[in-house]
């Protein structure tokens, strides 16, 4: 199985600042099949990145995503307030479907 | 506009089974393969089974194989998810997943407690 790698678990930074999270993978990924979700408490996950690099059209430009093979980056140019969420990487391009632990973006 | 609206969760106790639906609208069903992933209290998400536009190719998570069965009915735009021989340890919120690029749509989920 494909085993998705977050750093860190939590990210405790303030509006305005940039912020860079990590997935790293055990296996190569086909097809930069590398997939990002932010979560906020109570909702369901909202795709933000697929593709590794491909914003879904939701979100501002101010996220992006890059990488491949094994290591993958979801970057916030500028913390808006409505950012801190929980933000999840996945792998989708072969079963099991793998999720990495998340990483929690917290206001400081 | 894309709606998927899960159904059937609820208290059970282990051993026990339940039925879960996913009503889907707002697209062309059988166009989409789909998924169900599951998110503990406090935990995060696992991703639990997958099954392709027509129905035939089936995957599921090493956790439920044999206790879980993804199906669907195109003609009724529904995903459903059988789960049999329920453990404590799947207590969780259930998701019904459009699979497009990435797992572009969710929906609001569906919680299911295993107890006693």
């Known amino acids: 199985d494909i085993v998705l790698t977050q750093s860190p678990g939590t990210l405790s930074l303030s509006p305005g600042e940039r912020v860079t999270f990590s997935c790293r993978a055990n296996q190569v990924l086909s097809s930069n099949s590398l997939a990002w979700y932010q979560q906020k408490p109570g909702q369901a996950p909202r795709l933000l990145i697929y593709g590794a690099s491909n914003r879904a059209t939701a979100f501002p430009d101010r996220f992006s995503g890059s990488g491949s093979g094994t290591d993958f980056t979801l970057t916030i140019s500028r913390l808006e307030p409505e950012d801190f969420a929980i933000y999840y990487c996945?792998?989708?391009?072969?079963?099991?479907?793998?999720f990495g632990q998340g990483t929690k973006l917290e206001i400081k | 506009e894309v709606q998927l609206v899960e159904s059937g969760g609820g208290l059970v106790q282990p051993g026990g089974s339940l039925r879960l639906a996913c009503a889907a609208s707002?697209?062309?069903?059988?166009?989409?393969?789909m998924n169900w992933v599951r998110q503990a209290p406090g935990k995060g998400l696992e991703w639990l089974s997958y099954i392709s536009g027509d129905g035939s190719t089936i995957y599921d998570a090493d956790s439920v194989k044999g206790r879980f069965t993804i199906s669907r009915d195109n003609a009724e735009n529904s995903l459903y998810l059988q789960m049999d021989s329920l453990k404590d340890d799947d207590t969780a919120v259930y998701f019904c997943?459009?699979?497009?690029?990435?797992?572009?749509?969710w929906g609001p989920g569906t919680p299911v407690t295993v107890a006693s």
């Open positions: 996945q792998q989708y391009g072969r079963s099991p479907y793998t």
């Open positions: 707002g697209f062309t069903f059988n166009n989409y393969n």
């Open positions: 997943v459009r699979d497009g690029l990435g797992f572009d749509y």
